[in-house]
């Protein structure tokens, strides 16, 4: 079993709460930022520059791979689609270039997040793991972080990737974006409200990882989402219910979010009815398997 993992992208939604649970499991944690910390264990590295600290990787058994420019907080403009896909490739590149100039390292796992985005918009369609690589920035840019992430392979690690769905949790992430016109009693469902959305309880993202560590037998994708997606209707009124608010019967169309959002409505209409299978045959226990239970205990 891994005993020391290091971890990029640790200061993100995710990142922050893993490096907690890993702690909490008796492991050593080593995290690479753009900044450094008060923590002997943070080192340093500027993806961009191409600069790294490769003392990040002493006495590391597995790496944990999160870095990557958030994909919907800012327009998105060539140079910003450049960054966020330069983010994912150039620092698994990085990080791999890295690993081979330490011949004496021990890495043995490289679990790095990907996105369900890689499927593109596929409407009702039931995607696994098999399901083919989608059309779009999201979909161009989750197959050239994987492909990136593959390269791993020729270095003899063990690769998982994870698809994420949508991280709930009320500390960032989407939850708090989409729950505020609820709370303002503007909630409604976008677009057509059919396109579906797959969650995940940040509690069960967290152990996902950490299973990914420790189950030798994982390798390559998962949706990395729970059992039963649901669609952005069911998903405004079962925020709307918890908050104690009410749903307009309208919906807000697709024209007005384009406006908005500009590209960036791809990312917010999307429709992914992900299995998660593959991830329940591997073994993994998820906590929330319904979203009610999962809005529930966040809010509670």
Known sequence: MAKKILITGATG???TELKKHLLNKGYEVNTLSRKKGNDPNSFVWDVYKGTIDANCLNGVDAVIHLAGEPVADKKWTDERKKQ???SRVKSTELLFKTIKS???HQIKSFVSSSAVGF???CGDEILTEESSNGYGFLAECCKLWEDAVDQGKKLSLRIVK???GIVFSTKGGALPQLAQPVKLFAGAPLGTGKQWTPWIHIDDMVEMYIDAVENLKMENSYNACAPFPVTNSALTKAIAKQLHRPVWP???PKKALALLLGERVEAVLMSNN????????????FKFTHLEDALKDLYK
């Open 13 to 15: 939604l995710v990142g």
């Open 84 to 86: 966020i896909i330069d």
């Open 102 to 104: 330490k011949p004496d």
């Open 119 to 121: 499927y593109g918009d």
């Open 162 to 164: 994870l698809r994420t």
């Open 250 to 252: 309208i919906k807000v």
């Open 274 to 285: 992900t299995s998660a299978q593959k991830i329940l045959d591997s073994g993994f226990k």
